[in-house]
């Protein structure tokens, strides 16, 4: 069976999943003349579509930099949905009582995700150099050997030429 589709099988996937579920059904019931809450609600739509898309991101690198990067977007969707929830609650929707059910789906999803993040391997990784993805004790000057991430740059790059492969090493941004 391909990785993938064990990973859509999974209890991780399967609740953000049921998170995206539960939102659009809560949306059936947003009245199409309250313009705001319409507007409110097409970003907690993204915002849950955003959980899904870098889930299978994230799975589908080798890059524990790259897993990190889509693993904080992932947070980033559910604190948006839970504020924007809160959010159409204050502005009087009605039926906001049903985001209780989304809270409490994003509270199992939490459990789940610091297991995921847990079981990232720190070994394969580029370094990030903002500094916010590296695993724990590397450094943004940390210097690589460019013979051990040759793979891990080809994963986003398969046009890979010496002089792109020299600016990314040298850190150079032009």
């Known amino acids: 069976?391909?990785?993938?589709?064990?990973?859509?099988?999974?209890?991780?996937y399967q609740k953000?999943?049921?998170?995206?579920?539960?939102?659009?059904?809560?949306?059936k019931l947003i009245p199409e003349n309250k313009v705001f809450l319409v507007f409110l609600n097409g970003l907690?739509?993204?915002?849950?579509?955003?959980?899904?898309?870098?889930?299978?991101?994230?799975?589908e690198s080798k890059r524990y930099d790259t897993k990190m990067y889509c693993a904080a977007l992932i947070r980033s969707g559910c604190l948006d949905i839970?504020?924007?929830g809160n959010l159409m609650n204050k502005r009087g929707f009605k039926d906001s009582k049903y985001f209780s059910i989304v809270y409490r789906q994003i509270?199992?999803?939490?459990t789940l995700f610091l297991q995921w993040v847990a079981g990232f391997d720190q070994k394969q990784f580029v370094t990030d150099r903002w500094?916010?993805?590296?695993?724990?004790g590397i450094?943004?000057?940390?210097?690589?050997?460019?013979?051990?991430?040759?793979?891990?740059l080809?994963?986003?790059?398969?046009?890979?030429?010496?002089?792109?492969?020299?600016r990314f090493l040298n850190n150079d941004d032009n």
């Open 1 to 12: 069976m391909d990785p993938m589709e064990i990973f859509f099988e999974s209890p991780l």
């Open 16 to 27: 953000a999943e049921e998170i995206d579920e539960t939102l659009q059904s809560i949306s």
């Open 44 to 59: 907690i739509v993204r915002a849950s579509s955003r959980i899904t898309q870098n889930l299978i991101r994230a799975e």
């Open 82 to 84: 839970e504020g924007l």
């Open 107 to 110: 509270e199992e999803f939490r």
């Open 131 to 136: 500094g916010l993805f590296n695993p724990p």
């Open 139 to 152: 450094s943004i000057d940390y210097v690589q050997n460019p013979h051990d991430i040759a793979d891990l």
């Open 154 to 166: 080809d994963e986003y790059d398969d046009d890979n030429d010496d002089d792109s492969f020299e």
